[in-house]
Nanobody
Framework: QVQLVESGGGLVQAGGSLRLSCAAS????????MGWYRQAPGKQRELVAA???????NYADSVKGRFTISRDNAKNTVYLQMNNLKVEDTAVYYC??????????????WGQGTQVTVSS
């Protein structure tokens, strides 16, 4: 079994900061891409940021310059530093990881989600 456990969500005022963490545990051979998605009420889930094993990052245009994704491969953990938060960043944030459990093929796993609420 593989688990992704997120932490760090909460309530913050506009202009504030939060740092999300997501730790993968269980039977893991290797992890490829890791990333963060979010889903606001009534909207589709969207990519926020992702990072591959080489360190290459990809950000949604709406968060560029404000959010930073990073990972600690030794800890199988990915982080999302969110600065200058806006009301429109309010959503449930989900961790996503492409995990290889057996050295043959990989599968995408999701965390349970953590709520981020930005007040005006």
């Amino acid at each position: 079994q593989v688990q992704l456990v997120e932490s760090g969500g909460g309530l913050v005022q506009a202009g504030g900061s939060l740092r999300l963490s997501c730790a993968a545990s269980g039977s893991i051979f290797s992890i490829n891409d890791m990333g963060w998605y979010r889903q606001a009420p009534g909207k589709q889930r969207e990519l926020v940021a992702a990072q591959n094993t080489r360190g290459t990052t990809n950000y949604a245009d709406s968060v560029k310059g404000r959010f930073t994704i990073s990972r600690d491969n030794a800890k199988n953990t990915v982080y999302l530093q969110m600065n200058n938060l806006k009301v429109e960043d309010t959503a449930v944030y989900y961790c996503n990881a492409d995990i290889n459990r057996n050295g043959r093929y990989s599968t995408y796993y999701w965390g349970q989600g953590t709520q981020v609420t930005v007040s005006s």
